[in-house]
Structures are given as structure tokens and as C-alpha cells.
């Protein structure tokens, strides 16, 4: 029997407040066709084919990578730039000394100037997309606004993009307005501003990532965490994995760490061959929104829809899983390229670059073929180790939480905080060195409390008191620990293998969880002794892992005052129970 095909209002028409404002943002911008995105499968067919046509994307070989492309940044547009990265709020206290901050109304001046006719001759993109499974009632949406068909193409992959988030819009009080030119691509003319206060974003200038890409570190985690302040949740640049253990006893972890410091390869983590029995899954590999469940437990969905992921060091050994999942349907930004046209990266252990990042014939001289910040884009679902409860529209509820730098010394391998509010502290104390993530000076180590500091909407004292209130809700709230996978020895040699065998601190800290794990007491928190460790099939020097579990007290001291000398900058804003906690650690390293 045929049925009549189904009558679908025309997208212009579904959400009154949406059209609106596309119209005034037109009437700005000037561009010379409007086009809103439905989320088809077959818009993103007519979207790839007309940049690879217009040359901006080179598909690569399509035999052993079906359905990907290579996309090439313009070489100064190549990290989120946090130096014009702006928190624009009414008062300048409110975005705090961990924000760069503008008025509201110089930041808006400023950038109407840029818009204004921008998009003379290009396509105005109207990218509804929503944060979240699409029927939870956690997910938040927001709509995109964009000249660029590149960023179009990430957001159908990183977000539900299309008719479905419109219609949810339809039937919200209000939805998140994010504006994004490429502009002129010129460094001198690039800005990301956030209005928390207005639920707005606008971005000029770069096509990249974080700065481009509005569902994501903009809206998920800077007008996120504002809105989560609000409502009595928290937006976190967090990693959820479910780890099942031998005994069958599922268990979810958050896990909080700097960009490109191993998020996604924790996220989908192979255990190793020694290790037998466990199942990891995963739910997200960078941004957790937690809200307090009805059973005093912290639950967690992941915000994203696919992986904004790190290429180069990807390998087999290394992160199998991803290695098999971008061999289909994956955008890649920023990698080289074989003979043979396939995708290249420092790190992939075969084959051999001929064109670089910025296709120039590879030349070892102009630095690595690859571009150290280089991306793929993929969708979730095409991870082998995709959690079933990935899409539950209330998430899973986490047992722990981690905080991790990349610190060459001082942190040890683990240690678990003496409670919620002394994690609080151990959360704000974290430290790492910069990445290739943003521009900057690799190596540099800085304060990063909860991985946060590029991406926290509001002042830092205050969030740490959102922190503290948020776990005093919490009836069965999850543990809270610290890792450092990056310790180096004398000969600047990483002392843990990382990767895996990270599996065995989880596993530990599950073992915490349950009641059951040992550990002693230091002046910093618990830390697992070497038997309560499971190192079988592993090949570690007992020396070796005694160092990795040790806590330095001189060096701790220094930390602890470096600490205490970072979270001065936010004066009497910050919580009196978290700085009581710094007097207690402080107090237990003078003994
Ligand atoms: O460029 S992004 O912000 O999306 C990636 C990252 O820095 O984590
Ligand atoms: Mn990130």
C-alpha cells in the first residue's frame, strides 16, 4: 500500500525566534544565498561534493579509506587562539582573572563591525544542532551560523545537526545563538567572544576546531558552564568511559584532562593481553555534562555526537580502536600525505609521507609532515568501543572522577583526594604543560584547574564553590582522583607505558570504589602501595614503579605554595572550604 509522503514544514518556518534572528544576522552579514541545514544524508553528499569540486577538500584513496577527505587549514589557523578569546559579561569580576574580558557592548560594537557585509558572495549555513541525545531532557541546543561549509560538515558529525534539533528548538524557551564568519582568515582580524548572560557566541576570522566548531568547547563548555551554574549541574572538559569489570560490576569514570593529553585513547582503551576479563566502552572522549540524579549518584551524558580527535601518535599499539574507526567516513584536517594518497601522520609506524600538512612536497626540514595539532572528525557510533548507553537519555552514573596533567615530575602515577572537597582543591591544583592543542609555547607547564582554564564561563572562585555545592548535593558522590601518565626519569624517559596499562590505575581506583582496594596515607591524599597495584604481564622495575608511587615532600611543599600562590589570584571569592582543605594538606607536609 503507498503512503502519502509526509508533509514537512519548510525549516524557515518551524521556529519563529530562529528565522528572526537569521534575518537581522542577513541583513548584517549580506551573504548571497541562505541555506538551512536539514541534517540529511543527502545535504552532506551535495556539501562534500561541492568542495572537493571547489578543490578545499582532496579525497583521499578511496579503495582503503572510503568516504574520507583531506582538508588543509590555512597554516596561521591551526589551534584555538585564547589570547582573542573573550568572556563578555556585565561585570568583569563575573568572568574572572582566568578569563580574558571585554563589555558586553565593546565586544558587540567591535564585532559588528567585522560582520558587517562579510558574507558578500558566500552561502550564510543555518546549522540547528543540538547537545546531547536528542529525547534527553539534559541535552541543550543552539543554532550555528556560518559561512563556511567545512564547519558545516564537522558540525553534522559533532552534534545532531538538523530538522530534529529544529523542531526540539521550536518548542524551548530559548536556544544558544552562535555567529561564525571565517572573515579573512588574517590573525590581526580573529575574536571568540561568549555572552553567558545573553546565551550568545560570535567568532571571526578562523575555521579551525574550538574557534570554529560553536557547538563544541564554545557552547558545550564556556555558555555550558554558565547555564549549568544556574541550574545546578556542571559542564566538564571530561572523558566518560565504562569499565566492566572481571566480576561483571559495570562502573562509569569522568575524567578531566588538558587537550591533547590522551582523552580520547583513555576513552577507548584497550586492556592489555595480561589483563583479562575487563570490557571498556565509551560514552565520550572530551566534554561530560554531570548532574545529580535522583539516587544522590552523579550522572553523566555526553554532549557530542563524534570525536574532534588528535591524529598524530595513532597507531595500532597505541589506540587501536581509533585506528580502525577513521579508516571510513572521517574528515581529516591537517595531515599529510602518501604517494598513494592515503592519510599520513607522525607516529602511524608504516608507509611514508610525500605531501605535508600544508601540501608542500615533505621536506623533514619544514618540521613534521603532519601538523602536531592535526584532526580527524568521525562520528561516535563509528568507534568499535561505542557504549550501548552512549544515546540513554538521563546517562550513566559515574563512580569516579580523575584529574590528570602531563607533568614530568612531582605528581606521582595516582593518588585519591581524602574527600569531595579536598578533589575540589586537587582539581584546582592541576598543572600541565601547554600542548599543541592551542598556540602557545609547548612545554611550558601551567595551572589548568580541572583542565579548565581555556574553557570555564565565569570566574574560577566561583566555580569551585558551584564544585563544592554541586558534590555537598550529592548523597553517593563519586571519588576523586589525580593521575599523571607523563612522569619522565633522569634521562627524560617515560616511566609508565601509558596507553592500556592505564587500565591497571582504573582498575585500582574501582577496587576503591568497591571497598575493597588498599592504600596508605600521604601528606596529599591515598596512594595504592606497589602490591595493591595489579602489574602482572607488566615490564616494570620495582624500582621504577616505587618512583612513580612515591610523593617528594620537599617538592610537594613548593607545589602546595605554588598552589596556594595560583588560587591567591581569586581573593576572598574563593570557597572557605576548599581553602581549608589547602591548610589541611599544607598542615600534614610541615609535620
Ligand atoms: O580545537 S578544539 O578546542 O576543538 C580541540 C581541543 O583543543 O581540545
Ligand atoms: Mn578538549
Partial sequence: MATAPRMLTPLPQLAKAVADWVADVASLTQPERVHWCDGSDEEIRHLRAGLLASGELHALDQKNFPGCDLYRSHPSDVARVEKVTFICTTKQADAGPNNLWL??????????????????????????????????????????????????????????????????IAGEPNFVRGLHSIGELDPDRRFIMHYPEELAIESYGSGYGGNALLGKKCHALRIASWQARQEGWLAEHMLIVGLRSPAGEQHYIAAAFPSACGKTNLAMLIPP??????????????????????????????????????????????????????????????????????????????????????????????????????????????????????????????????????????????????????????????????????????????????????????????????????????????????????????????????????????????????????????????????????????????????????VDEDEWRKEVADIRAYLGEYGDRLPPRMLAELETTEGKLKR
Avoid at 560594537?109 to 529525547?135: H, K, N, Q, W
Fill in 103 to 168: 563589555a558586553p557592548a565593546d565586544a558587540h560594537a567591535r564585532m559588528r563591525e567585522l560582520f558587517s557585509g562579510c558574507m558578500r558572495g558566500r552561502t550564510l549555513y543555518v546549522v540547528p544542532y543540538c547537545m546531547g541525545p536528542i529525547d534527553s531532557p539534559l541535552a541543550r541546543c543552539g543554532v550555528e551560523i556560518t559561512d563556511s561549509a567545512y564547519v558545516v560538515l564537522n558540525m553534522a558529525i559533532m552534534t545532531r545537526m538538523g530538522r530534529a534539533a529544529l523542531e526540539r
Fill in 273 to 550: 593481553a595480561s589483563l583479562g576479563g575487563w570490557k571498556v566502552t565509551t560514552v565520550g572522549d572530551d566534554i561530560a555534562w554531570l548532574h545529580p540524579g535522583p539516587d544522590g549518584r552523579l550522572w553523566a551524558i555526553n554532549p557530542e555526537a563524534g570525536y574532534f580527535g588528535v591524529v598524530p601518535g595513532t597507531n595500532p599499539a597505541t589506540n587501536r580502536n581509533a585506528y580502525d574507526m577513521i579508516r571510513r567516513d572521517t574528515l581529516f584536517t591537517n595531515v599529510a600525505v602518501t604517494t598513494d594518497n592515503q592519510p599520513w601522520w607522525e607516529g602511524l609506524e608504516t608507509g611514508a609521507p610525500a605531501i605535508d600538512w600544508q601540501g608542500r612536497p615533505y621536506d623533514p626540514k619544514n618540521g613534521p609532515a603532519a601538523h602536531p595539532n592535526s584532526r580527524f572528525t568521525v562520528a561516535a557510533t563509528q568507534n568499535p568501543s561505542y557504549s550501548p548507553h552512549a544515546e540513554d537519555p538521563q546517562g550513566v552514573p559515574i563512580s569516579a572522577i580523575v584529574f590528570g596533567g602531563r607533568r614530568r615530575s612531582v605528581a606521582p602515577l595516582v593518588y585519591e583526594a581524602r574527600n569531595f572537597t579536598h578533589g575540589v582543591l586537587v582539581g584546582a591544583g592541576m598543572a600541565s604543560e601547554q600542548t599543541a592543542a592551542a598556540e602557545g609555547k609547548v612545554g611550558i607547564v601551567r595551572r589548568d584547574p580541572m583542565a579548565m582554564k581555556p574553557f570555564c564561563g565565569y570566574n574560577f572562585a566561583d566555580y569551585f564553590a558551584h564544585w563544592i555545592d554541586v558534590g555537598a548535593k550529592l548523597a553517593n558522590p563519586p571519588r576523586i582522583y589525580h593521575v599523571n601518565w607523563f612522569r619522565r626519569d633522569a634521562d627524560g624517559k617515560f616511566m609508565w607505558p601509558g596507553f592500556g596499562d592505564n587500565l591497571r590505575v582504573l582498575a585500582w581506583m574501582l577496587e576503591r570504589c568497591g571497598g575493597r582496594g588498599g592504600a596508605i596515607e600521604s601528606p596529599i591524599g591515598m596512594l595504592p602501595r606497589a602490591r595493591d597495584l595489579n602489574v602482572e604481564g607488566l615490564d616494570l622495575a620495582p624500582a621504577t614503579l616505587d618512583a612513580l608511587l612515591a
